[in-house]
Each structure stands twice: as structure tokens, then as C-alpha cells.
Nanobody, 125 residues
Framework: QVQLVESGGGLVQAGGSLRLSCAASGRTFSTYAMGWFRQAPGKEREFIAAISRLGGNRKYADSMKGRFTISRDNAKNTVYLQMNNLKPEDTAAYYC??????????????????WGQGTQVTVSS
């Protein structure tokens, strides 16, 4: 099972940008599709984006398209989430997750079974 550690969260003003990173342990990172999710207090966990094993296929939640970009660097065992034009409603704990996958595919969200501990993003108005 892959171990995941998120970083890059913090406090930012509305309209600002952040790039989150998620570092994975092990030699099998490229066998996993990766995803980003978030959870605000009192709300359910929300899907943001996912990326296939080699990065050729990406999927976004409709509400995240245009402001958030997922990418990965398999040489560094890291997946990223670039977030632009942040809004106060983006305030949440952000989590990365991994799912074993075939090349080019995005698994069902329920298949993301390995999770990091999360990193907090707070957007002030």
C-alpha cells in the first residue's frame, strides 16, 4: 500500500493561488491513479480531480474546472494540485488519494483506498 503525505496548504487571500503537493512512498507510484479531494467542516468529502497513472487522462469535478489543475511527476513520486483564483468557499482540508489502476484509466471514486493525512487550506475574504 502506498503512503501519502500532503503539503503546501496555508492561509491565502481570496484571488490568490496555492500549489499542493502529495509525496508518495514506495517504488510503485506509477501503478496508481491519483486523486485530490477536500472536506470542509460539517460537509461531506468532495471530489476535486483525478489523474491516470502516466498523466494522460484527467478528470475534474464540474465545479473545479478552470481554476484547479492536477498534475504528476512520476520521477518524483509526487502529484500536485494547482489552485488559482481561490475563494473563501475553497476553505477545507485537502487530501490526496491513490487507487490501483490500468494505464490511462480513472478508477471509480470508491476505489481510492489509500489516503494522506490532509493539508489545511484557508482562504480569507
Amino acid at each position: 500500500q502506498v503512503q501519502l503525505v500532503e503539503s503546501g496548504g496555508g492561509l491565502v487571500q481570496a484571488g490568490g493561488s496555492l500549489r499542493l503537493s502529495c509525496a508518495a512512498s514506495g517504488r510503485t507510484f506509477s501503478t496508481y491513479a491519483m486523486g485530490w479531494f477536500r472536506q470542509a467542516p460539517g460537509k461531506e468529502r468532495e471530489f476535486i480531480a483525478a489523474i491516470s497513472r502516466l498523466g494522460g487522462n484527467r478528470k475534474y469535478a464540474d465545479s473545479m474546472k478552470g481554476r484547479f489543475t492536477i498534475s504528476r511527476d512520476n520521477a518524483k513520486n509526487t502529484v500536485y494540485l494547482q489552485m488559482n483564483n481561490l475563494k473563501p468557499e475553497d476553505t477545507a482540508a485537502y487530501y490526496c488519494a491513490a487507487a490501483p489502476a490500468s494505464t490511462g484509466t480513472i478508477p471509480f471514486l470508491v476505489d481510492f483506498g489509500s489516503w494522506g493525512q490532509g493539508t489545511q487550506v484557508t482562504v480569507s475574504s
